[in-house]
């Protein structure tokens, strides 16, 4: 059996017959009751409540004052009376989700009394606040099933809205940080169906029209439809209807999906040892086909992965094309993930040694060519243009000129960032929230770069955090830059949406890498911010104005990653080690193996020069 047949042949769709009449009823339900399950049950506790700690992530000092100290005792989970009533809401798309008599996620499966008593729940540290409280119970009424089983979050429910375009389904991107929430709780088998189901989606084959997406190429949403069996409509089926972009505004397929679903699957297998998953055939090839796509051989000539505008978080128009930064960081985490979780054999052993030649490359071309701080514009200033050699300084052919007015007197004097893209002739000089958060988290950074990254968020605040954390760009594009780049897009005017709109989903990568910095009490102090607002204003998509002051003018209330990206931050800060199942330390062999092709002698680094370059 080759590895596309083994793949299909471990995850099935669901074809369970849902019969509509009321004379069937009663069969329906012995029938649902009898029936496979798609995934089998993973064995976890009953999940904690908020605010205690995962048992396999408790130190061993921890352990220790626990065993001096006695035994805790368990707490009961409440059980909803009706699960249905504290998962679907009373929304009007929530009508295409089929739920069983009980719902997994608020009702989790009685485990083998052996099991329950080898983990009991640890001590409660603090008390959730009322925001905590709310935010649980809308993320909760967020999880959409598929054939019984939790699978996903929806985008956004905005009882108010009655247009829902594509908001009511489950984006890989946006489930991230509901993923993360639910792991850090301790509730895993939302998450496993979530990444087995959507492996299922990947494209293996031409889906758009008579254009072929990328073999390995993920969708960037799906969503639960119920179909009719016959004509007479006695009974349906609920089938996955995935979007890899031809539905999409500006119909671009996602780069960023495939690099997101490698960076949860590790974070899942770290924090639940889930190793049988990881070593699947399905998961592999999974991986592989994704990684196959990023590192094919093209016309580029650089080590960053060369990408359309609108591919990634900012899904639209904004001039992003080529290399931008936020793309680059999520490629080169998902390459140090991958190096992880690829079993070792005779068919990974050429991939693998692409992965560690691409990474070598691309810190060193990303740490040396897109970082800028004072010094570096003062050296950008000072270029020579129309270089002809290998030895040339102005390798891209910047012109001085392109630096502009505004980032003269922006940038500090200490502290730095990196640029938001770079292309022959070309340095976008805008500030990326993601990109530069998630460089740090992936070590994609030096140490004293990540640093410098941080004292600027921390210098300018009132730029980039003021009133809601946090800008996903800063400068937002006015007036003619506005019109020719966006197109005179009407949702992307300045400091709205992705022009410099806020989003205070970036809160829990903004907390991830304060953690990873030893920074927490920047951390603390946007959530602080955060909190004051969000729960009042309903918790929407996205914040207008230069200081945030407004909620988005096209802003989605409700929105679940907002609420996700709140609820992760103060879990991380509550559990700071958690935050070890999406960073990666720094690598040194990654840097002495380098071939620095863009240098002058285009000599390998050494180890004394890697360290040197860390510093």
């Not at 990303?366 to 200033?381: F, G, L, T």
Request: with cysteine; net charge negative; glycine share 6%.
């Amino acid at each position: 059996m080759g590895l596309a047949a083994a793949a299909a042949a471990a995850v099935r769709p669901c074809r369970r017959r849902l019969l509509s009449s009321a004379s069937t009823s009663a069969a329906s339900k012995t029938a649902a009751g009898t029936a496979t399950r798609l995934f089998p049950r993973l064995p976890h506790p009953h999940q904690p409540p908020y605010g205690r700690r995962l048992p396999f992530l408790v130190s061993a000092a921890s352990q220790s004052q626990a065993s001096q100290a006695g035994p805790a005792t368990p707490v009961p989970v409440p059980v909803p009376s009706d699960p249905r009533a504290a998962v679907s809401g009373n929304l009007p798309f929530f009508d295409r989700v089929l739920f069983p008599d009980s719902f997994p996620l608020e009702t989790p499966p009685a485990r083998e009394e052996e099991d329950a008593a080898a983990v009991e729940p640890a001590a409660p540290l603090r008390e959730e606040t009322e925001t905590e409280r709310e935010a649980w119970r809308l993320l909760r009424r967020a999880v959409v099933s598929y054939c019984g089983e939790p699978v996903g979050t929806v985008a956004a429910e905005d009882p108010e809205c009655t247009e829902t375009l594509n908001y009511d389904q489950v984006f890989i991107r946006d489930f991230v940080p509901s993923a993360l929430a639910f792991l850090m709780r301790g509730e895993t088998e939302i998450v496993r169906n979530f990444l087995l189901h959507t492996l299922q989606l990947q494209s293996w084959e031409k889906t758009v029209d008579c254009y072929s997406p990328g073999q390995g190429l993920m969708p960037a949403s799906f969503k639960i439809r119920t179909v009719p069996l016959d004509e007479n409509n006695e009974g349906f089926e609920e089938v996955l209807d995935p979007d890899f972009g031809e539905a999409a505004i500006g119909r671009v397929a996602p780069v960023d999906s495939g690099l997101w679903w490698i960076i949860l699957l590790r974070a899942y297998c770290k924090i639940t040892g889930d190793n049988a998953l990881l070593e699947r055939v399905d998961v592999q090839t999974g991986i592989q086909l994704i990684l196959s796509l990023c590192l094919a051989d093209g016309f580029d000539m650089f080590p960053t992965l060369l990408v359309t505008d609108g591919s990634c978080m900012i899904d639209r128009r904004m001039g992003i094309h080529g290399h931008p930064l936020e793309i680059q960081a999520l490629f080169y985490s998902a390459l140090r993930c991958s190096r992880e979780m690829l079993v070792v054999n005779n068919g990974s052993k050429n991939l693998i040694r692409a992965i560690n030649n691409r990474l070598s490359a691309l810190s060193f071309h990303i740490r040396e060519y897109y970082w800028v701080d004072m010094k570096k514009i003062n050296e950008i200033y000072r270029y020579k243009t129309e270089e002809y050699s290998h030895d040339a300084t102005n390798k891209f052919n910047i012109y001085p000129e392109q630096i502009p007015s505004w980032l003269v007197d922006w940038i500090p004097e200490k502290g730095g960032y990196l640029i938001g893209n770079l292309q022959p002739a070309h340095m976008d000089f805008r500030f990326f929230s993601l990109g530069n958060l998630w460089a740090i988290a992936s070590s994609l950074t030096t140490p004293k770069q990540a640093e410098g990254i941080l004292s600027l968020i921390e210098e300018k605040w009132d730029d980039l955090v003021a009133n809601m954390p946090l800008k996903i760009c800063y400068p937002a594009m006015e007036d003619d830059e506005w019109r020719i780049i966006t197109g005179s897009d009407p949702k992307n005017t300045p400091w709205s949406y992705h022009n410099g709109g806020s989003w205070p989903t970036l809160l829990w990568q903004f907390t991830l890498a304060c953690i990873k910095m030893g920074r927490p009490e920047l951390a603390r102090r946007a959530i602080a911010v955060a909190e004051e607002r969000l729960s009042d204003d309903k918790w929407p998509e996205y914040y207008d104005t230069r200081s945030g002051r407004f909620i988005g003018k096209q802003s989605r209330s409700y929105q679940t990653w907002t609420i996700a990206g709140f609820l992760t931050s103060k879990m991380l800060l509550e559990n700071p080690e958690l935050a070890s199942i999406l960073t990666c330390d720094e690598d040194l062999e990654l840097l002495e193996g380098c071939a620095c092709c863009l240098s002058t002698k285009r000599t390998r680094c050494s180890r004394r020069a890697a360290k040197s370059h860390t510093g």
